[in-house]
Nanobody, 124 residues
Framework: QVQLVESGGGLVQSGGSLRLSCTAS????????MAWFRQAPGKEREFVAV????????YYADSVKGRFTISRDNAKNTVYLQMNSLKPEDTAVYYC?????????????????WGQGTQVTVSS
């Protein structure tokens, strides 16, 4: 059982930046595909970004491309989401997810483990 703990959320003004972190309990962290999803009030959970196990490939939702960067440090069992040029529409609870499926996995059902979520609020 992999436990994921997110941190780094908060309140920021439009145009600002935040860096989310997600630390895993499992020593096999480096073998997992890692992703970030988000869920705004009244909306379904949506894909944000994914990074493969070796950190040599990333993929982003069109809505965040060019503003968000996903990265990972396998030595620290941690995946990051650097969020720049934040907009009010980025307001959501952000979740990290871990799965064994290879490739640019964008469907939430393909992930096996989830964190508890961290709130990001962007004020206009």
């Amino acid at each position: 059982q992999v436990q994921l703990v997110e941190s780094g959320g908060g309140l920021v003004q439009s145009g600002g930046s935040l860096r989310l972190s997600c630390t895993a309990s499992d020593r096999t962290f480096s073998t997992y595909t890692m992703a970030w999803f988000r869920q705004a009030p009244g909306k379904e959970r949506e894909f944000v970004a994914v990074i493969n196990w070796g950190a040599f490939g990333t993929y982003y939702a069109d809505s965040v491309k060019g503003r968000f960067t996903i990265s990972r440090d396998n030595a620290k069992n941690t995946v990051y989401l650097q969020m720049n040029s934040l907009k009010p529409e980025d307001t959501a609870v952000y979740y990290c997810a871990a799965g064994k499926k290879l490739g640019y996995v964008v469907l939430s059902n393909d992930y096996d483990y989830w964190g508890q979520g961290t709130q990001v609020t962007v004020s206009s």
